[in-house]
């Protein structure tokens, strides 16, 4: 599994608001974009879902920026992933649900299903022909729930136990 490009500038942000040398003052998305040498478009986007999903406060006009808006200790990184990552299609048969089935919501659980029969068109089996029969896809679903759980075992305070060598790097 690889997360994405979006998943891990997310990350990224909130290390760098959570090892600021003052983290209760503002920074802004180019300061962060610079640092990372990333994109600040891309950036922007993601920022504004961190600010919707409370992890980030917005302060706008002249002095404006963006902080922290819960401490990192309740910041988890297994739920964090689930709610911005698009999705944890690993294999094909996760991607489409059965016909006449919604997607499980992103807080039940993973936010995947599997497919286990054909569509509505029986002549047309959806996505891979061996899914009703497989068995590879429970294993997949396993793994994909080991490597979430392991995931939610992790605040962000705990990958940033070594602030201050994050913060050299960051703040040279």
Do not use: W
Request: overall charge negative.
């Amino acid at each position: 599994m690889r997360l994405t490009n979006y998943s891990d500038y997310a990350l990224r942000s909130l290390i760098y608001l959570a090892v600021r040398p003052t983290p209760e003052t503002l920074a802004n998305i180019s300061d962060i974009a610079s640092s990372y040498h990333i994109s600040k478009s891309h950036l922007t986007k993601i920022i504004h879902q961190l600010g919707q999903l409370g992890y980030i406060e917005s302060v706008r006009g002249k002095g404006g920026g963006i902080r922290l808006a819960v401490t990192p200790k309740d910041i988890n990184l297994g739920v964090l992933i689930k709610q911005i990552e698009p999705d944890f299609d690993l294999v094909e048969c996760f991607a489409t649900p059965v016909a006449g089935e919604a997607r499980q919501p992103r807080s039940a659980g993973l936010p995947i299903t599997l497919i286990d029969a054909e569509g509505a068109d029986s002549s047309k089996p959806v996505g891979c022909v061996i899914t009703p029969v497989c068995q590879l896809k429970s294993v997949f679903f396993e793994a994909l729930t080991a490597f979430v759980s392991v995931l939610e075992r992790y605040t962000l305070a705990d990958i940033i136990d070594n602030k201050d060598e994050l913060a050299t790097a960051l703040f040279h």
